[in-house]
């Protein structure tokens, strides 16, 4: 499995953006996908992440009511709408997805640079 993002970018405080991650591979095995973010000099912390069908999403108390995880697993692809953007929420944001048969296996994307202005 491959993990494309994209959709990061310098945003002003309050504004909106929405990263894209995007599977290839063997996209049929994948089961709970999430998005991490990382700050400097701090540890890579989960912000969102969501089940196979959709219809279960885990939120950081930080993101909640501002961020919301969403997949189109027909387009193989998850997506993060950000709101309300604040200077804290700079990093760089990870797709990560849990994917197998028999044995889960962690993949990772290279990840996409957020920038929130004050």
């Known amino acids: 499995v491959q993990l494309v993002e994209s959709g990061g970018g310098l945003v002003q405080a309050g504004g909106s953006l929405r990263l894209s991650c995007a599977a290839s591979?063997?996209?049929?095995?994948?089961?709970?996908m999430a998005w991490y973010r990382q700050a400097p000099g701090k540890q890579r912390e989960l912000v969102a992440s969501?089940?196979?069908?959709?219809?279960?999403?885990y939120y950081a108390d930080s993101v909640k009511g501002r961020f919301t995880i969403s997949r189109d697993n027909a387009k193989n692809t998850m997506y993060l709408q950000m709101n309300s953007l604040k200077p804290e929420d700079t990093a760089v944001y990870y797709c990560?997805?849990?994917?197998?048969?028999?044995?889960?296996?962690?993949?990772w994307g290279q990840g996409t640079q957020v920038t929130v202005s004050s």
């Open positions: 591979g063997s996209t049929f095995s994948i089961n709970t």
């Open positions: 969501i089940t196979k069908g959709g219809g279960s999403t």
């Open positions: 990560k997805a849990r994917a197998g048969i028999a044995t889960m296996t962690s993949y």
